[in-house]
């Protein structure tokens, strides 16, 4: 004899358990608060004194290397539209000649690697510093932070780190942007033409890819994963929180956006009016102007530098939430 089958009991089952997942779901997506998520991560900013003057120190070099880029860019494209004449072959002689005669070559030698340095090696390892120093402030606050301790485990997710930021290189922003004006100061009448949809495109694709592969760091620290493993998780949990992603993503490009614009003035102030009293005034004033350029761009890598630590906190606490989300939504699909 065949077991009676109940439609209405199976439909109540399958209602009730879909009223649940949906339950979960909403809740879930209810506790994502923006406004909360950025207090917190403020707050955590500010009260970590030992964290800003950790990072202020790459953030002053990097501030000052930026500054050279931007300047190196502003003279190639006066020279190129005709403001200014420079003859490039003249001034690397010129340069060369008097590292050579001044005895400078070895210091020359010794400024590059700091800068290849601090450009590419350093990054890696103060992102993995700053993480595992969010990740105790969340976990464990009544302790005080330990910047040694989270030196040496820095060390210990560097390569990962680097490797992925290296596979990641390609897509920066910065450097499409360098691309993009190399190609058009030179080739702006033919080549550049052609190919500025592609770069276009190129460019909205690599934001796509910065927006999916943003938590492969996070991975690599919290969950000690393989850098493929890394980036294949955090597109997955990124595909999963879509739009809250996108908002924290929005979010952070504004806040980005209006740092950066205060950088530019900050430092290309002192810039021009350096550039302007080296001809026009005084040793004195020309020293002068060269302090104040100096502690103009001391207080901009302080800000940048809490920039940093405010913005790695908004991006562990929204990972910590997506994981905690996807989490009761696996639970949920285990206890049906």
Request: proline share 2%.
């Amino acid at each position: 004899m065949r077991p009676s089958f109940d439609k209405s009991v199976f439909l109540k089952r399958i209602l009730k358990s879909s009223h649940n997942h949906q339950r979960v779901t909403s809740r879930s997506q209810r506790s994502m608060n923006y406004a909360e998520i950025i207090q917190k991560s403020w707050y955590l900013t500010q009260q970590q004194p030992k964290l800003k003057w950790f990072v202020f120190v790459p953030s002053f070099i990097g501030v000052i290397i930026f500054a050279i880029e931007i300047a190196w860019q502003l003279f190639l494209f006066l020279d190129e539209w005709g403001y200014v004449k420079i003859d490039f072959l003249e001034v690397i002689l010129s340069v060369t000649g008097f590292v050579l005669q001044s005895g400078l070559i070895v210091w020359i030698i010794i400024f590059v690697l700091l800068a290849l340095f601090f450009m590419y090696i350093l990054p890696s390892w103060v992102e993995g510093v700053l993480i595992f120093s969010v990740k105790h402030l969340l976990f464990d606050p009544e302790q005080n932070i330990h910047m040694r301790q989270r030196m040496v485990q820095g060390f210990e997710v560097y390569f990962r780190i680097f490797e992925t930021r290296a596979l990641l290189g390609v897509f920066s922003p910065w450097t499409i942007l360098l691309f993009s004006a190399t190609l058009y100061r030179y080739y702006h009448e033919t080549l550049f033409k052609v190919i500025w949809p592609f770069l276009l495109l190129f460019g909205i694709i690599s934001l796509f890819v910065t927006l999916f592969t943003h938590f492969a760091e996070h991975f690599v620290v919290y969950e000690e994963a393989a850098v493929v493993e890394a980036l294949r998780k955090s597109v997955t949990l990124v595909f999963l929180n879509i739009g809250s992603m996108m908002a924290v993503f929005l979010i952070m490009m504004l806040v980005n956006l209006r740092v950066m614009i205060n950088v530019l003035l900050v430092i290309g102030v002192p810039l021009a009016v350096i550039w302007i009293f080296t001809y026009y005034s005084s040793s004195f004033v020309q020293v002068l102007t060269i302090i104040i350029a100096i502690i103009l761009i001391a207080l901009t890598s302080y800000l940048g530098a809490v920039l940093e630590i405010f913005s790695t906190a908004v991006w562990t606490h929204t990972y910590l939430f997506f994981k905690k989300q996807q989490a009761a939504i696996e639970h949920t699909q285990v206890g049906e």
